[in-house]
């Protein structure tokens, strides 16, 4: 059975740092698209980042210059480097993967809250 586990968020000042971490099993992990989302009150779901199984890396405009994500395959885990971090980046923090050629199979983690004090 996949898992998907975040874990790193918390409460920082405004222009500080936080790196989520977001754990896999079950899965073969270098099958697997990994992207970062975020959900803040009131608002959707949105993409934040999205790395493909080759490592290639696309970021919301929003978070550009500021957010970074990595994969480590020896540990199928997935990082989300925040810096300078703004108040509007509060919300809760959300891992997916999906396979690269099997969409449909995709799994979600239960999301890490991230709060930014302004």
């Known amino acids: 059975q996949a898992q998907v586990v975040e874990s790193g968020g918390g409460l920082v000042q405004a222009g500080g740092s936080l790196s989520l971490s977001c754990a896999t099993s079950g899965i073969i992990f270098s099958n697997y698209d990994i992207g970062w989302y975020r959900q803040a009150p009131g608002r959707e779901r949105e993409m934040v980042a999205t790395?493909?199984?080759?490592?290639?890396?696309t970021y919301a405009d929003s978070v550009k210059g500021r957010f970074t994500i990595s994969r480590d395959s020896g540990k199928s885990t997935v990082f989300l480097h925040m810096n300078t971090l703004k108040s509007e980046d509060t919300a809760v923090y959300y891992c997916?993967?999906?396979?690269?050629?099997?969409?449909?199979?995709?799994?979600w983690g239960l999301g890490t809250q991230v709060t930014v004090a302004s």
């Open positions: 790395i493909t199984k080759s490592g290639t890396t």
């Open positions: 997916n993967v999906v396979h690269h050629a099997i969409r449909s199979s995709t799994y």
